[in-house]
């Protein structure tokens, strides 16, 4: 199915298009040149509620080359109205009757208008105002200070679930109410509510995601990852929303920000990006936020990289599916904060780690699913091994088990010592050993590599890396334990992901590579093949750092390769046929990406592969 194109158009650019009749036939002539479908027009935006006349003015110029729809920002705040967050002015207390009120009519008015409305990711409970606290207290009995509630949400996981419990019922009953309103005027309305990119505080904020899948008609997500964030994270965040709403995911919009400070403009690399994982996720919609900055002069670069990214993706289309196989990440939602794991599927992402996501009651036999620090209390570990699904626990998950959080059969999941377990909580290692050679990167940087828990193992298990530190003592950093059917795998090394990613030797990430390898089938390696007969003579130094490039395992007889550096890539795709059952590789589908050799065997191609800097290519096979 052909990804649709659409752009959406903020109150203020409303403004400005009926104004000046030169930038509205620029609009008009960019979206055409550009292969738009679909335009979203606002009408509310921080407390400006533009009357139905100037909404349809505008309508009325797109809707003879355009589907159009309407767009709302409630949940924004501006001077004159109710209750703000007092930690961004900006943003409204939906608690408040005052502005309600406002989001109503914004609503309403929209829907005597158009047939489809998108509502942007504002609409959450922002607020720990003196009337939410005031509820907050009244459901749960409490009698918390604003500043007492506001201590206790960093690390009192009771008082987080409390208030993700009252910021969803709040949020859910609002939501209703809205919808409501909305199809009082227009039965017919398909009303679709957008969330944002930051996953990880939306049952803070009260977005429960099954809930709002049943009381909107569609879910959009945004894949924005600005500059200082992890841009696979941009297609991870559609398969997590996919994973638990189902074919209720709309599409995706992402903007030109950067999110460090706003309105600063992204690099347009990074801004492409996001175009390349949100085309990959396989949506039916991409919306492009907002109008008319995409004919100004700020953003001409940005513009025409992205024209050429759309070129080759559409080339591509027909192999991107919704359908991957990788390291499961539970299609789950949990209040709990998670400080050490915090967005860690969008690191291993960069790691060339092949990621999906899959409802809990779907993993099964043979899968591998990720485990981290927030699911240790919510799911249940140990049934899963007797399942025959094998578990890659991160540091703090770990950590949490050590604590006693599965109790004493908790240490014998993870092979630990039931009487003194832990070594050290974090040590800084040096560099690392499989016991075949040491590794280290000192060139011109740091050579600490924080670890941790280290932990006394109890009984055979199976070391596949080990952290060396300054005194030459030696302890497991990456290790296995088999339960039979399953293995658990604990990765001392994952504490502080971002230095895994950035700082850690690459023997290190690949030693997670291999473990992962042997679940999907699929794996990035930088162990070029070397022998006499290969063309391509590289030493390890210079192929030494694979970071920032993602692999993606299609169902569909292909594997997406983004490499986001700004330089080439050599490395090799290793393919196991007996979980793929595919003969071979037959080329890539852009050109970005040339096999330099392919070696097979009985079950397994390795093809050593250069990827072009700053593309993306797919990897076909039969």
Not at 139 to 166: A, H, P
Not at 424 to 437: L, N, Q, Y
Not at 537 to 545: F, I, K, R, T
Request: hydrophobic fraction near 40%.
């Amino acid at each position: 199915m052909k990804t649709r194109l659409a752009l959406y158009i903020t109150t203020y650019s409303v403004k400005d298009l009926l104004k000046n009749n030169e930038q509205l036939d620029l609009l008009l002539r960019f979206l055409k040149d550009f292969g738009f479908e679909k335009v979203y027009i606002e009408n509310y935006r921080e407390g400006m509620l533009l009357n139905t006349d100037v909404v349809s003015r505008l309508a009325d110029a797109f809707e003879k080359d355009f589907r159009i729809a309407g767009g709302v920002a409630i949940g924004t705040w501006g001077s004159g109205m109710g209750d703000n967050a007092d930690w961004w002015r900006v943003l409204a207390c939906i608690s408040d009757d005052r502005n309600m009120e406002i989001f109503e009519k914004a609503v309403v008015q929209q829907a005597q208008i158009f047939d489809e409305i998108i509502v942007d990711d504002f609409w959450v409970n922002w607020c720990y105002s003196q009337r939410d606290l005031e509820n907050f207290n009244k459901m749960f009995g409490l009698n918390l200070s604003n500043l007492s509630l506001l201590k206790l949400l960093q690390f009192d996981e009771e008082i987080q679930r409390m208030w993700s419990i009252y910021s969803r019922n709040l949020l859910e009953s609002l939501s209703k109410r809205i919808v409501s309103k909305a199809r009082d005027v227009n039965k017919g309305i398909d009303i679709v509510l957008k969330v944002a990119e930051w996953r990880e505080e939306f049952l803070h904020r009260g977005l429960d995601l099954y809930a709002m899948a049943s009381i909107f008609d569609g879910i959009y997500v945004g894949t924005e990852s600005r500059e200082g964030t992890y841009r696979y994270g941009s297609l991870f965040i559609i398969d997590y929303i996919r994973g638990i709403v189902g074919n209720k995911l709309r599409g995706v919009w992402f903007d030109s920000y950067n999110g460090l400070g706003i309105p600063t403009t992204i690099a347009p690399e990074f801004f492409v990006e996001q175009l390349w994982y949100s085309f990959l996720g396989d949506v039916d919609e991409i919306t492009f936020f907002q109008g008319l900055e995409y004919v100004s002069r700020d953003r001409e670069e940005h513009v025409e990289l992205a024209r050429n990214v759309l070129h080759n993706l559409r080339k591509i289309e027909d192999l991107v599916t919704s359908s991957r196989l990788g390291l499961i990440s539970i299609a789950l939602q949990i209040a709990v904060r998670k400080p050490y794991d915090n967005y860690v599927e969008d690191v291993l992402g960069l790691m060339g780690i092949p990621i999906t996501v899959k409802r809990y009651e779907d993993i099964g036999q043979n899968d591998m699913v990720l485990v981290r620090e927030d699911h240790v209390r919510y799911i249940d570990i140990a049934r899963l091994i007797d399942r025959g699904v094998s578990v890659f626990l991160t540091a703090s998950a770990v950590e949490k088990i050590v604590e006693g959080a599965l109790g004493i059969d908790g240490y014998d999941i993870i092979g630990i010592d039931r009487d003194s377990p832990i070594i050290e909580r974090i040590i800084e290692a040096i560099g690392f050993t499989d016991g075949r050679s040491f590794y280290s990167r000192s060139h011109r940087k740091q050579y600490v590599y924080p670890l941790g828990p280290v932990l006394k193992t109890s009984g055979k298990v199976l070391v596949h890396m080990y952290a060396v530190d300054r005194r030459g003592r030696v302890y497991p950093a990456l290790y296995e334990v088999n339960h039979g059917n399953a293995s658990v795998f604990v990765a001392p090394i994952t504490r502080y992901p971002h230095n895994l990613l950035y700082h850690f030797p690459e023997p290190v990430r690949q030693a997670i590579r291999d473990i992962v390898y042997r679940y999907v089938g699929v794996k990035m390696d930088f162990r070029i093949q070397q022998d006499e007969e290969t063309t391509l003579q590289l030493n390890q130094a210079e192929v030494a750092e694979v970071s920032n490039t993602s692999v993606i395992v299609y169902n569909s007889k292909s594997i997406a390769i983004v490499n986001n550096n700004m330089h080439q890539h050599y490395f090799d795709i290793v393919v196991d046929r007996s979980k793929l059952n595919i003969d071979r590789i037959e080329g890539s589908a852009l050109g970005n990406t040339v096999i330099e050799k392919v070696k097979e065997r009985e079950n397994m191609i390795r093809a050593t592969v250069k990827i072009s800097r700053h593309s993306f290519d797919i990897l076909k096979y039969r």
